[in-house]
């Protein structure tokens, strides 16, 4: 499970650096010490989920991009895909089960 602290940690510390932030201010806003932050981001210590979930909302992030799972500072050639990762949140699973079979079709030239 080290490597998924890790992964999570340099999520939270890209992230906070996107922002500009210091742990110190990072921390005043989930209510952990800085040294909470910083053992995190090292992946030193696990997150507890409600820790997740705040430091989440905190960096104005979906959990799942402090895992690694969608582009924390998007640049250009990243951005037409968050818009569409963001559209699809809200599809439906008739929705998506349609957008597979385009994008199937797509990229199986």
Same mark, same amino acid.
């Given at each position: 499970?080290?490597?998924?602290?890790?992964? *999570?940690?340099?999520? /939270?510390h890209?992230? !906070?650096? %996107?922002?500009?932030?210091?742990? %110190?201010?990072?921390?005043?806003?989930? @209510?952990? =010490? %800085?040294?909470?932050? =910083?053992?995190? @981001? !090292?992946?030193?210590?696990?997150?507890s *989920?409600d820790?997740?979930? %705040?430091?989440?909302?905190?960096l &104005?992030?979906?959990?799942? @991009?402090? *895992?690694?799972?969608?582009?924390?500072?998007?640049?250009? !050639?990243?951005?037409?895909?968050?818009?569409?990762? @963001?559209?699809? !949140? &809200?599809?439906?699973?008739?929705?998506?089960?349609?957008?597979?079979? /385009?994008v199937?079709?797509?990229?199986? &030239?």
């Amino acid at each position: 499970m080290k490597n998924l602290r890790l992964i *999570f940690g340099l999520g /939270v510390h890209r992230r !906070r650096k %996107a922002l500009g932030w210091t742990q %110190a201010q990072l921390a005043e806003r989930v @209510e952990l =010490s %800085a040294d909470g932050i =910083s053992q995190i @981001e !090292r992946g030193k210590i696990a997150a507890s *989920f409600d820790t997740i979930g %705040a430091l989440a909302e905190a960096l &104005d992030v979906h959990p799942a @991009e402090l *895992f690694g799972g969608l582009p924390l500072v998007p640049g250009k !050639r990243h951005l037409p895909l968050t818009k569409i990762v @963001e559209r699809l !949140r &809200d599809a439906t699973p008739a929705q998506l089960k349609k957008i597979g079979v /385009v994008v199937n079709s797509l990229l199986d &030239d």
